[in-house]
């Protein structure tokens, strides 16, 4: 099938490519005309495991293309992706001027039928408004659907090649017809198509994050009972997690939840909600739940060192906001660089993939090493902020060797507390005992 791909930032590159890997003829569209230089030149400008090699070959193959021109991409495809950004506005609502602009042009280059499908996460409602902008221009047939995401950065490729399921909001027989066709391939293994009407397809997505981030922030809740009452957070998480009912996953307290999406999300439904005059009461509290968890570490360490953080210096293992990505949106990460930066401390850090990025926000203020040893060279203590695989099983003789004193303080409970005892760290992690 011919498609479009209006947006390559993550969801538009990963949506494009894996749907050029099932035989599509993909063409991708961006105004960055730097970006769709590099493309075109194979070069990837996201970090994504699996993502370069499916890009690479179909780039190859002709299968994926990128144009700046939105005239260009439209001529090509049937059906049209919407991947743009949804920035949230100071009051936590998802702005659409990227979305509902580009639907306002589609409207004034259609000749004939397209699907448009809204991929972005947008509020419930913005089908209705991309379908309004783009009839201003255009007064023949075309249908617009939502078909939200569930990616996942790190797994993205994975999630987009066998979905769990796929939502879309469309009550076009025309549009459902096409997309069934589409995404054959991609539910092989019997994972449902879940039809619907556009803004329960808009909502469901919402939903879905809320509901993650809300088990989160409970979880979080839990840790810092277990810490108060001598419990163990290791042992509830499991105790709970094999009820079918709760799930094993997506129940581990740590350092806060970050990224693009749930905190981003979890505003944008507050703030629609409060639109139709419904106070969403469990999503103002997960928000501040999240906010308290982000510096409970820092207050961990403050507590340790009785408030002087002046003139120690700190190792941090991890930047990104979770392993196997080069993102940093929203890392706790970062806030935790702040907060020790602030008290006088010094930092040195390390991440595989983070720390480009991270330099170009704070510059020389802290040093960047080169492996996860190296910075470790005269810190008081580690900080383990982002669970990377490579920090799981570390060399403990290495680390006690670089280290000037023993301190751990561990935002993602990498490590066994008897363990860490016997080889004689001071070590501290969330929810469990010291
Ligand atoms: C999330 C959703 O999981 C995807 O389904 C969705 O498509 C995506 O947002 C989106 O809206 O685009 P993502 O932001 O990539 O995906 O990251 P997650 O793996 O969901 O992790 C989010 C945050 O929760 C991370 O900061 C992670 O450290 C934290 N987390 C996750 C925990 O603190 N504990 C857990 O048990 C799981």
């Not at 702005?95 to 996460?121: C, F, H, Q, R």
Request: glycine fraction near 8%; hydrophobic fraction near 40%.
């Amino acid at each position: 099938m011919k498609i479009t791909v209006v947006g390559t930032g993550y969801v538009g590159l990963v949506t494009g490519t894996c749907l050029a890997e099932t035989g599509n003829h993909v063409c991708c569209v961006d105004i960055d005309q730097r970006k769709v230089e590099k493309l075109r030149n194979g070069i990837m400008p996201i970090y994504e495991p699996g993502l370069e090699k499916l890009f690479e070959r179909n780039l190859k193959e002709d299968r994926l293309s990128f144009t700046t021109s939105l005239q260009e991409g439209i001529d090509h495809g049937e059906i049209v992706f919407l991947a743009l950004p949804t920035p949230p506005g100071e009051d936590g609502s998802a702005d659409l001027k990227y979305v509902l602009g580009v639907a306002e042009n589609i409207g004034k280059i259609l000749t004939d039928y397209k699907v448009i499908i809204d991929k972005s996460t947008v509020p419930v409602g913005t089908a209705e408004k991309v379908q309004a902008a783009v009839a201003k221009n255009y007064d023949g047939e075309f249908d617009v659907v939502s078909n939200p995401e569930f990616l996942r950065e790190g797994v993205a490729v994975e999630d987009f090649m066998k979905p769990d399921r796929i939502v879309i909001g469309t009550t076009s027989e025309r549009a459902q017809k096409l997309l069934t066709e589409l995404y054959a391939p991609y539910v092989r293994q019997g994972n449902p198509i879940i039809f619907m009407d556009e803004r329960s397809a808009e909502l469901t997505k919402y939903a879905a994050n809320a509901f993650l981030a809300t088990k989160i922030s409970f979880m979080n809740e839990i840790a810092q009972l277990c810490e108060r009452l001598g419990a163990d957070v290791d042992m509830v998480r499991r105790g709970i997690g094999s009820d079918d009912r709760i799930g094993k996953r997506f129940l581990f307290p740590g350092i806060g939840y970050g990224g693009s999406c749930f905190p981003k999300d979890v505003q944008a439904l507050v703030f629609s909600a409060k639109e139709v005059s419904y106070e969403f009461q469990i999503l103002d509290a997960v928000t501040e739940v999240n906010k308290r968890q982000k510096v409970h570490l820092v207050n961990k360490i403050k507590r340790y060192y009785n408030n002087g953080l002046a003139g120690k210096h700190f190792a941090i293992w991890g930047l990104a906001f979770k392993p196997n990505t080069d993102d940093i949106r929203e890392a706790p990460a970062l806030e935790i660089i702040n907060a020790l930066l602030e008290a006088g401390a010094t930092v040195a850090a390390f991440d595989p993939e983070a720390m480009e990025n991270v330099k170009n926000i704070v510059g020389d203020k802290i040093v960047f090493a080169e492996t996860q040893y190296d910075c470790l060279q005269n810190a008081d203590a580690l900080i383990i902020a982002t669970e990377w695989n490579e920090f799981r099983t570390p060399d403990f003789d290495k680390i006690l060797e670089a280290m000037k004193d023993t301190v751990v303080f561990d935002g993602r409970n990498l490590f066994d507390i008897e363990q860490m005892e016997k080889k004689g760290f001071h070590y501290e992690s969330i929810g469990r005992p010291l």
